[in-house]
């Protein structure tokens, strides 16, 4: 069965160090894997996608995320922290065969420190 | 529309009490994903519907929970007798095809007291 697993349910950073969300994947076939990132009381925003071709991929507010097949790895970086990047981020793999969905992990909180 | 519009943001319901939730996904999008987001947990998966094919609906926690998607476009999430466990936020996502990133709706909050 596929799943994705956080590592870390909270992470605090300082503002401008280096983020890093560690996203697990288990897929038995070749995985579409998401971020996305949650603001308080809103709904969820589409941070980056890998589908197929390059494995490091860019997203917008400055993220990447890198494609690691022999690891199962999908983790989220951003090399300078800001405050406005604080909020609850989530990785997703999308799975099926005919039908799909998403199955999503249980959510990283990002907390900046000043 | 822009986006995903989901009614109402707020729902609070007695318990026991029927709701409806509706999700106005992104014209021309043919999948549409309802999630439940519980306090401090992730996105569970309740139902997707894709084009004119059965939906999946293995995410559906029991059978008072429902949902229907008329002419390929609206949806209604139904929740019958609610309980207090079903408080949650219950969000909407639509995308263009299978697999493509999804975009969400602002959620509706249902709170049942």
């Known amino acids: 069965a596929q799943s994705v697993t956080q590592l870390g349910s909270h992470v605090s950073v300082s503002e401008g160090a280096l983020v890093l969300l560690r996203c697990n994947y288990s897929?038995?076939?070749?995985?579409?894997l998401f971020w996305y990132v949650q603001y308080p009381n809103q709904g969820l925003q589409l941070l980056l996608k890998?589908?197929?071709?390059?494995?490091l991929v860019k997203g917008i507010n400055g993220f990447e995320a890198e494609f690691k097949k022999s690891e199962t790895s999908f983790h989220l970086t951003k090399p300078s922290a800001h405050m406005s990047d604080a909020a609850e981020y989530f990785c997703?793999?999308?799975?099926?065969?005919?039908?799909?969905?998403?199955?999503f992990g249980t959510g990283t909180r990002l907390k900046v420190l000043a | 529309g822009a986006g995903v519009s989901q009614s109402p943001s707020n729902k609070v319901t007695e318990k026991g009490k029927d709701v409806e939730l509706r999700c106005d996904p992104i014209?021309?999008?043919?999948?549409l994903y309802w999630y439940r987001q519980s306090l401090g947990q992730g996105l569970e998966f309740l139902i997707y519907?894709?084009?004119?094919?059965?939906?999946?609906k293995s995410g559906l926690p029991s059978d008072r929970f429902s949902a229907e998607r008329t002419g390929g476009s609206v949806s209604t999430l139904t929740i019958q007798r609610t309980q207090q466990e079903d408080s949650a936020v219950y969000l909407c996502?639509?995308?263009?095809?299978?697999?493509?990133?999804?975009?969400f709706g602002q959620g509706t909050r249902l709170t049942v007291v």
């Open positions: 996502a639509s995308s263009p095809q299978s697999r493509e990133a999804a975009f």
């Open positions: 897929s038995s076939v070749p995985p579409y």
């Open positions: 519907f894709q084009g004119n094919s059965a939906p999946d």
């Open positions: 014209s021309g999008h043919t999948a």
């Open positions: 997703a793999v999308s799975v099926g065969s005919g039908t799909y969905k998403y199955i």
């Open positions: 890998y589908t197929t071709g390059a494995t």
